[in-house]
């Protein structure tokens, strides 16, 4: 039987030591780098969007009350950033998706005006105006592709 032969202390070391690296550069990529080139734009439309939504919701302040004329701007400028953003987002699987949230911002937007009307029509225990209901279906729709881009993108 041949002799086992040991490892020089300083190679343990050095062993150990590029160790120590390749686990530290691998923590470093998997939880510190930030997102990939491809989900960059994505979480920058995602950020706006959150930061737009905040900003709509503290001037709105009650829930319960429409967006008046005064909140369209608001709204539209939502609509023109996700849209702006949406064009700066170049991977196939993920445009389409932020295409169609900016599409759907803006069709939301679209039908603020309308909704404000039905509202001031509407009389106590009459159905439910079609545009509050293509509204409930756009909120939706909205949130399930914010929530796809989300997965997609956001750790």
Not at 105 to 125: D, I, N, W, Y
Request: negative net charge; charged residues 20%; proline residues 6%.
């Amino acid at each position: 039987m041949a002799p086992v032969r040991t490892l020089d202390r300083r190679w343990w070391v050095a062993i150990a030591a590029v160790a120590v690296v390749a686990v530290a550069f691998v923590v470093s990529e998997v939880f510190f780098r930030g997102p990939s080139q491809e989900c960059r734009p994505v979480v920058e439309l995602l950020e706006f969007n959150k930061a737009q939504s905040e900003q709509i919701a503290a001037h709105a302040g009650d829930a319960d009350t429409l967006p008046t004329v005064a909140d369209d701007a608001a709204y539209q400028q939502w609509a023109d950033g996700l849209a702006q953003r949406a064009q700066q987002i170049n991977d196939p699987n993920l445009s389409g998706t932020a295409i169609r949230l900016a599409d759907l911002a803006s069709q939301f937007v679209a039908k603020l005006p309308q909704m404000r009307a039905a509202a001031e029509t509407h009389t106590p225990g009459a159905p439910t105006p079609d545009v509050v209901h293509d509204m409930n279906f756009l909120n939706a729709r909205i949130s399930q592709e914010t929530a796809e881009l989300t997965a997609a993108c956001v750790n």
